[in-house]
């Protein structure tokens, strides 16, 4: 039963609103999710090598999926108003396995269809964990010391990426694109003022403000967008495996399988903080049916071709700025986001944002991650065991993202992903020093 101790808001989860404030509301999920979601495309389609097609209708199908999860959470899963949208976990591990995959030999084309069957794994295993009760032992291995090197870690390998992005450099383009750097400056400094100056729903969207200034100025400057407009059917249904039939690949499974459970943290941070604005305790089996939907989430991203979802804890953060946890709003909002999921049109819009911009928008939120991660080293006390805890995986995961991938050739192709993966390889580490080598409770 919920339990109700507290009650400070506009309207609570099942209050009815007037009709011109819902969709006032409606109006300000839908920013929200847009500049949360709208650079996702862009990163993952220059990281897989799609073309413009192709990056345009993998924007159309985020839209379009992330909001059917949102939906089935909001009334069959937790029954909050928190959306399920890209996450910066997934497409860290998107944009990684991508830049090891030609040392491995695996063309972009078979590691796609490789993604899709790891999300589809990953998504059972999640339901699994929901119908079973298991989400607490699960989350019991990510200790502070593991989530927090899984943050640094995730950070320092996408920093690479990221620069280059930033910087215009590619493959095409060896060398420092001024313009772009310069460019990306600006966005950063835009999304950073916004976001320590800026107050009350200016604030919430400093990310999209980011991109908004970004894109202006790289059309003044004849800085070149990421995708260029094509002509577009009006309306059309997503393609479902659009990369191709699913292929299998057991260390990208065991990658999307590892990733799906950190991000389960995300559910349980994203209903705790909803609890606590909502003045409730939920029951046990909120979380367990917003696991289960979850894993719904993750297999609809595979079967659309996403980016893996998460729940966005900031979710709750908006609930609290606007006082409105009315459901009704939120769900307006869902069925907007999957309309437009259906318009073409607005996905190659979305898909013609400037790489540069996109990158720097996502440089900046990962700040965040980091920030994130020191928090959980702040948890621990910091001496004797946990030192080598944490910083051996951080040591050893930093240090090969610095090997060239032609070192591990000569091991096994499981083994090539662990090694070739800084942030894999570390993940383990930390866990197997956490729970087996350096047990607390044989090393206090």
């Known amino acids: 039963m919920e339990k109700e101790t507290k009650q400070d808001l506009l309207y609570g989860l099942n209050d009815k609103l007037p009709l011109n404030r819902s969709l006032a509301y409606c109006v300000q999920w839908l920013v929200f999710a847009l500049a949360n979601s709208a650079v996702v495309p862009i990163v993952v389609g220059a990281a897989l090598g799609l073309d413009q097609a192709g990056t345009a209708s993998l924007a159309q199908r985020t839209f379009l999926f992330s909001a059917l999860a949102s939906l089935l959470q909001v009334f069959f899963g937790h029954r909050l108003p928190i959306i399920e949208g890209p996450s910066g976990m997934w497409l860290g591990i998107f944009i990684t396995l991508a830049a090891i995959a030609p040392a491995l030999g695996k063309p972009l084309s078979v590691l796609r269809t490789d993604l899709e069957m790891g999300l589809l794994v990953a998504g059972a295993g999640l339901i699994f964990l929901g119908l079973t009760g298991l989400l607490g032992r699960a989350l019991r291995l990510f200790t502070p010391a593991v989530t927090g090197s899984v943050l640094v870690l995730l950070g320092l390998q996408l920093s690479g990426p990221f620069l280059k992005g930033m910087l215009g450099i590619s493959l095409q383009h060896p060398a420092i694109d001024y313009k772009s750097a310069v460019l990306s400056a600006v966005v950063i400094a835009a999304v950073i003022i916004i976001n320590l100056k800026g107050r009350g729903f ?13 894109w202006v100025i790289a059309v003044l400057t004849g800085v070149d967008s990421g995708v260029q407009w094509v002509h577009q059917q009006p309306v059309s249904l997503p393609r479902l495996f659009a990369w191709g039939t699913p292929t299998f690949d057991f260390g990208i499974v065991l990658t999307s399988v590892l990733t799906s459970l950190l991000v389960l943290s995300n559910l349980v941070a994203s209903i705790l903080a909803m609890e606590r604005v909502l003045g409730i305790s939920l029951p046990h089996r909120t979380y367990d049916r917003g696991v289960i939907f979850t894993g719904v989430a993750d297999i609809l991203a595979g079967l659309g071709t996403t980016v893996g ?10 609930v609290s700025l606007t006082g409105v946890a009315a459901r009704l709003p939120f769900a ?3 069925v907007a986001m999957i309309i437009l999921g259906l318009l073409p049109p607005v996905g190659a819009f979305l898909s013609s944002i400037p790489e540069p911009v996109g990158y720097s928008v996502l440089l900046a939120s990962f700040c965040q991650m980091i920030g994130f991660g020191l928090k959980d080293y702040a948890r621990l006390k910091l001496e004797g065991r946990d030192y080598f805890v944490v910083g051996l995986p951080v040591l050893v995961g930093t240090g090969l993202m610095f090997l060239p991938p032609e070192s591990f050739t000569t091991v096994p192709v499981l ?9 894999v390889a570390g993940m383990l580490l930390c866990l197997l020093l956490e729970h087996v080598l350096l047990p607390k409770r044989f090393f206090p």
Not at 202 to 214: P, T
Not at 309 to 318: E, K
């Open 415 to 423: 083994a090539q992903y662990v090694l070739g993966n800084g942030f």
């Open 309 to 318: 979802f998460v729940p966005y804890s900031a979710g709750a953060g908006l």
């Open 332 to 334: 307006l909002f869902t």
């Open 202 to 214: 200016l604030k919430s969207i400093a990310i999209l403000i980011g991109i908004l200034v970004g």
